[in-house]
């Protein structure tokens, strides 16, 4: 099984979650998900990552006036993307089924 990052992990998950986002609505998401910042260029990064894995496809939506005629490039998971997810899910799942709850008794309290 391949690995993949937490970012790609999250970001993927969106997409599943989603069906399709743009790069903005990634970031809006991942903010209200995790309570946490992250700049859209990351997201990007982690896209453009993932689609050369074959995890992610896209395509460019609809030019509109409220972008100066720009297009917003639309993204959504593949199927080997929710596989990679699911493998990886059930995986950790199966790992933290096995893990006993520790006494922390070298730990500081």
Request: charged residues 30%; proline residues 4%.
């Amino acid at each position: 099984m391949e690995l993949m990052g937490t970012l790609e992990e999250i970001v993927l998950m969106i997409l599943l979650k989603y069906e399709e986002c743009h790069g903005v609505e990634i970031v809006q998401q991942y903010e209200e998900i995790l309570q946490r910042p992250i700049s859209l260029p990351a997201v990007h990064v982690v896209l453009k990552r993932m689609e050369k894995k074959g995890w992610v496809a896209s395509k460019f939506g609809e030019p509109t006036a409220r972008r100066g005629g720009r297009r917003k490039r639309i993204y959504w998971a593949t199927l080997a993307g929710y596989q990679i997810v699911r493998d990886i899910q059930e995986a950790k799942s199966g790992f933290w089924n096995s893990i006993k709850e520790p006494s922390f008794r070298y730990g500081i309290n």
